[in-house]
């Protein structure tokens, strides 16, 4: 396994979902990506992802994590029962579970690029696959807090 150089953490408001995402790149590296879809954008969502970044995911408690899937049921968006907080999409590609990481859920950090607004409306589910294989965070593993 790799070993990175830095670890950015973020959470869900009451910390139920927890994650570290482990990278080289720094916070100001990254340029936040503003989904223009119906779901994201009520959310206000932004997301960051490394492709050659891993991302650990902690959960207190898997029955509170509520799992939303729209459109082309794809990806997993994650956000917490107890206090609401939209904190990670992911998607299982080619049997690897990849994800992408809504800044807002990793208020320590300064994300002081411009976010770029996306649009994947008219995608196909095939298309869609591959930009997050070549995209998305190449890595996700789930821990349980004890
Ligand atoms: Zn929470």
Known sequence: MTNHANQLTGSCHCGNIRFVLHTNQQASDFVPRECSCSFCRRHGARY???????LEMREAKRSEISVYRMGHQTADFLCCKVCGVLTVATCKISGRERAVINVLSMPDYDF????????FDGESVDDRLERREQTWTGRVVWTREP
């Open 48 to 54: 960051i992802s490394d492709r050659h970044g891993r």
């Open 112 to 119: 002081t690029a411009q976010p770029i607004s996306t649009n």
